[in-house]
């Protein structure tokens, strides 16, 4: 007898039961809660090349988005909250996590100028990341040298022997590491006492926003080549099957997953968030990484399950 989606509690969601599907072989995950925010791009003065349209329409949105800051923010020192905030430039994309909020939250404090907190709360943030991964990820690698040096909290605040322990835990993607480590130097200068600080800290504040913003992007973001996604898949993210069982992704991506095949559609739910919609039986196929990419590309829209196709199908049963 096959075991499908339509026999499980949750379908798409539950996790546990994926393993047994008769259909596996034709389902990947495909990670839908995110966070990002790009409005601040709103911000910049228009382009002397842009068409007399497109220029009306950006300077009435700046013009309604600097009327926000001012509701949230005030309007006494609103040259400086709009400059600010275009100099911090966009919320990169980020699967849904521990950090989100208070990363909007320093980077809130810097808009308003408070530029101390700003850059404490970045470099406080950066550590929390590092705690995290390590707390939530070393079970995985207990056979580790490493393991043991992880064991006490004592050691988390050493910053290289944490992102040297991720590193060789293959759980940093490409780039973090060294961020990471920069972040960790400028934590240092900020955090104990040194006079430079009071000349720079709009400067080292949104230096250490930006690296954060780039840490939290490239580890927990969906479109910055992350090798645990199915390359040539425009629009749209899937895990590759070889990352299934992959500590960080079992940790932080597959949680936030449908587990979907070629024709899945999506709609808004009730609370406001996304979820799949899906056909509950896929056959026999085991598709490679790289032929479910390229039926991806090149499958028929017009098979995409929809809400609507959903309750014709409930009407003629």
């Keep these: ?28 995950y495909h990670p839908f809660s995110f966070d990002f925010d790009s409005t601040s791009l709103i911000l910049k003065d228009p382009e002397e090349h842009w068409e007399d349209e497109v220029k009306r329409v950006h300077n009435e949105n700046r013009t309604q988005l600097i009327e926000r800051l001012k509701h949230e923010h005030g309007t006494r020192h609103i040259e400086n909250i709009v400059k600010n ?34 850059l404490v ?33 004592k050691s988390f605040d050493n910053w290289p022997i944490v992102i040297s322990a991720l590193t060789d835990w293959k759980v940093l993607a490409d780039g973090v590491g060294a961020e990471f480590l920069l972040l960790g130097e400028l934590r240092n200068r900020s955090i104990h006492f040194n ?23 490239n580890q927990f ?16 993210q899937f895990v590759k099957r070889s990352y299934e069982n992959d500590p960080f992704v079992r940790a932080y991506i597959i949680p936030h997953s449908g587990f979907v095949g070629l024709l899945y559609g999506m709609e808004l739910s009730p609370d406001a968030g996304w979820r ?5 039986d896929y056959g026999h196929e085991e ?9 991806y590309r090149e499958r028929d829209h017009t098979k995409v399950v929809s809400r609507k196709m959903i309750e014709k199908q409930h009407q003629a049963g």
């Design 221 to 236: 973001g969906y479109f910055g080549r992350q090798p645990w996604f199915i390359e040539g898949t425009p629009g749209a």
């Design 85 to 118: 905030a275009a100099d911090l430039g966009p919320k990169s994309m980020s699967v849904l996590a521990y950090h989100n909020t208070l990363h909007e939250q320093a980077r809130r404090a810097f808009v308003t100028g408070a530029y101390y907190p700003a």
């Design 1 to 28: 007898m096959r075991k499908t989606i339509a026999d499980l509690t949750n379908g798409l969601y539950h996790y546990d039961g994926h393993a047994d599907l008769s259909d596996r072989g034709a389902r990947r």
């Design 195 to 217: 006079p430079d600080t009071y000349h720079l800290l709009r400067d080292d504040a949104l230096d250490a926003l930006q690296r954060l913003d780039h840490i939290i992007s």
């Design 287 to 295: 598709l490679s990484d790289e032929e479910f990419a390229r039926r």
């Design 121 to 153: 709360a970045a470099c406080a943030l950066g550590e929390r990341i590092l705690n995290h991964l390590v707390l939530d990820l070393r079970h995985s690698f207990k056979s580790s040298p490493h393991y043991r040096n992880l064991y006490r909290k």
């Design 276 to 280: 799949h919609l899906d056909y509950a």
